[in-house]
């Protein structure tokens, strides 16, 4: 609760946190228009492949069109004004840099700003959670290595979920189950950009005005977005995912600690210490009554008869029991929140989150019958979605990482079928698969 007095005292000092943006999207031009309304946090540089985009999302933010106006890193920092380039290692190897965040939403690229930006010797905040599922356990100890924080971001839905995980642990609570809220259907798993919108509820003029990615959009509708979020909570946090996957069951906010509990309870839970994602609408499509489908949660077990009590006193969310408990946050803010991890990192040195194990993965799933040499299109696309599992089972499946299905096919895979590395074409000299590879042999899959 002091990050706030922390970041005044360095403005009063004239020298602010100074950080990078690496990606002007979305959720970068919402941390772009909080960070210039936060003393003693100043944006060094603004790196895009279009720099185009990010003068565009600076003037959406609200910026002045002089605080982007610097020709140099060297002029940003003496001026406090910023510099957009389209040169993300010139950025990352600034004089004056401190906190590097990547937001470019392409894990590949977010895996080398990441490894560039603790050589370094920067913090990274990474926004890129295909990235951090697919390597954050190695990326987060070369940073601590070289004395460096690499942290999840907050305001998107897996740190939040660390939080209340935390907070729960840390009052003396045993976490039974965590998660987040969804707008989910079994048939949205075979979403494409094409249909992504029907299942929004999106017309035509809706669309055109939010400027929406639909292959973005479509991750979140498939299933993809939910199980990679889910398996950045689990590696964070020690919690351990549904050996079947997410099922996704409808759940009102009010509900979640009497059904989220163990079977042997009454609940749904086949296991404590686990993570589930609810949907909004029910299997018919009508909407669950108070829903949580922006939102996280977390659910726990009072360690005593008195704690439950205490719990049902008060009206605490508990189930009947009392023995069973649920804190949930029904938005989350996303890059407008961002600045918390940039604060922390610096000046506390601690992440929002960050990996320290591999006990889940995401495994690519054919939406439809692959055909031998077609071109695998990635998260959100038409060809495949991504599904939970256990890290040690993905390993001894040989699933493929969702965050590397950009490869050709060697052969055939039926609708249905878990992709596995078998049956691509790939060269295992490349940088990414080798940096997963040694991710695998460093971290061997946590029980």
Same mark, same amino acid.
């Given at each position: 609760?002091?990050?706030?007095?922390? %970041?005044?005292?360095?403005?009063?000092?004239?020298?602010?946190?100074?950080?990078?943006?690496?990606?002007?999207?979305?959720?970068?031009?919402?941390?772009?228009?909080?960070?210039?309304?936060?003393?003693?946090?100043?944006?060094?540089?603004?790196?895009?492949?279009?720099?185009?985009?990010?003068?565009?999302?600076?003037?959406?933010?609200?910026?002045?069109?002089?605080?982007?106006?610097?020709?140099?890193?060297?002029?940003?920092?003496?001026?406090?004004?910023?510099?957009?380039?389209?040169?993300?290692?010139?950025?990352?190897?600034?004089?004056?840099?401190?906190?590097?965040?990547?937001?470019?939403?392409?894990?590949?690229?977010?895996?080398?700003?990441?490894?560039?930006?603790?050589?370094?010797?920067?913090?990274?905040?990474?926004?890129?959670? !295909?990235?951090?599922?697919?390597?954050?356990?190695?990326?987060?100890?070369?940073?601590? #290595?070289? $004395?460096?924080?690499?942290? #999840?971001?907050?305001?998107?839905?897996?740190?939040?979920?660390?939080?209340?995980?935390?907070?729960?642990?840390?009052?003396?609570?045993?976490?039974?189950?965590?998660?987040?809220?969804?707008?989910?259907?079994?048939?949205?798993?075979?979403?494409?950009?094409?249909?992504?919108?029907?299942?929004?509820?999106?017309?035509?003029?809706?669309?055109?005005?939010?400027?929406?990615?639909?292959?973005?959009?479509?991750?979140?509708?498939?299933?993809?977005?939910?199980?990679?979020?889910?398996?950045?909570?689990?590696?964070?946090? $020690?919690?351990?995912?549904?050996?079947?996957?997410?099922?996704?069951?409808?759940?009102?906010?009010?509900?979640?600690?009497?059904?989220?509990?163990?079977?042997?309870?009454?609940?749904?839970?086949?296991?404590?210490?686990?993570?589930?994602?609810?949907?909004?609408?029910?299997?018919?499509?009508?909407?669950?009554?108070?829903?949580? #489908?922006?939102?996280?949660?977390?659910?726990?077990?009072?360690?005593?008869?008195?704690?439950?009590?205490?719990?049902?006193?008060?009206? %605490?969310?508990?189930?009947?029991?009392?023995?069973?408990?649920?804190?949930?946050?029904?938005?989350?803010?996303? $890059?407008? !929140?961002?600045?918390?991890?940039?604060?922390?990192?610096?000046?506390?040195?601690?992440?929002?989150?960050?990996?320290?194990?591999?006990?889940?993965?995401?495994?690519?799933?054919?939406?439809?019958?692959?055909?031998? $040499?077609?071109?695998?299109?990635? !998260?959100?696309?038409?060809?495949?979605?991504?599904?939970?599992?256990?890290?040690?089972?993905?390993?001894?499946?040989?699933?493929?990482?969702?965050?590397?299905?950009?490869?050709?096919?060697?052969?055939?895979?039926? #609708?249905?079928?878990?992709?596995?590395?078998?049956?691509?074409?790939?060269?295992?000299?490349?940088?990414?698969?080798?940096?997963?590879?040694?991710?695998?042999?460093?971290?061997?899959?946590?029980?």
């Amino acid at each position: 609760m002091n990050l706030h007095r922390r %970041l005044a005292e360095r403005a009063a000092q004239g020298k602010p946190v100074r950080v990078g943006l690496i990606g002007a999207g979305k959720f970068g031009s919402m941390f772009l228009s909080q960070a210039r309304a936060t003393p003693g946090l100043a944006i060094l540089g603004i790196a895009d492949l279009d720099p185009a985009r990010a003068r565009a999302a600076c003037q959406r933010a609200g910026w002045p069109a002089e605080q982007y106006a610097a020709a140099s890193f060297s002029e940003a920092l003496q001026t406090g004004k910023s510099c957009i380039t389209d040169d993300a290692q010139a950025l990352i190897a600034a004089d004056g840099l401190e906190v590097v965040v990547e937001a470019t939403g392409h894990p590949p690229a977010g895996i080398r700003h990441a490894l560039a930006a603790i050589e370094r010797r920067c913090h990274v905040v990474m926004v890129t959670v !295909e990235a951090d599922v697919l390597v954050g356990p190695l990326l987060a100890r070369k940073a601590q #290595q070289a $004395g460096v924080v690499y942290s #999840q971001a907050y305001g998107d839905q897996p740190a939040l979920i660390c939080e209340l995980v935390d907070w729960a642990r840390t009052a003396g609570f045993a976490v039974i189950c965590a998660g987040k809220g969804t707008r989910y259907h079994p048939t949205f798993h075979v979403s494409t950009p094409d249909t992504v919108w029907e299942h929004f509820g999106w017309d035509a003029a809706t669309v055109a005005k939010s400027g929406a990615n639909p292959k973005m959009y479509n991750s979140f509708i498939d299933g993809t977005k939910s199980g990679i979020e889910m398996a950045a909570v689990c590696n964070a946090m $020690g919690l351990t995912p549904p050996a079947d996957g997410l099922t996704f069951p409808p759940v009102s906010a009010p509900d979640l600690a009497t059904v989220l509990k163990p079977k042997a309870d009454g609940g749904i839970l086949a296991s404590s210490g686990t993570v589930e994602v609810v949907s909004s609408i029910h299997r018919d499509k009508t909407p669950v009554p108070n829903h949580l #489908q922006m939102g996280v949660y977390v659910v726990f077990e009072a360690p005593s008869d008195y704690s439950a009590r205490c719990l049902r006193d008060y009206w %605490l969310l508990s189930d009947e029991t009392g023995k069973y408990a649920g804190l949930y946050r029904p938005c989350h803010y996303i $890059g407008m !929140e961002l600045g918390i991890s940039v604060a922390s990192a610096a000046l506390r040195g601690e992440p929002t989150g960050a990996p320290a194990a591999w006990r889940a993965d995401v495994a690519a799933v054919a939406k439809r019958d692959l055909a031998a $040499g077609e071109i695998l299109d990635g !998260e959100g696309g038409y060809m495949v979605w991504g599904r939970l599992m256990p890290a040690g089972l993905a390993k001894a499946q040989a699933a493929l990482p969702l965050g590397l299905a950009s490869f050709p096919l060697a052969r055939p895979v039926a #609708q249905g079928a878990i992709v596995t590395w078998n049956d691509l074409v790939c060269d295992p000299a490349d940088p990414i698969i080798r940096l997963r590879r040694e991710m695998e042999r460093l971290f061997p899959p946590a029980p």
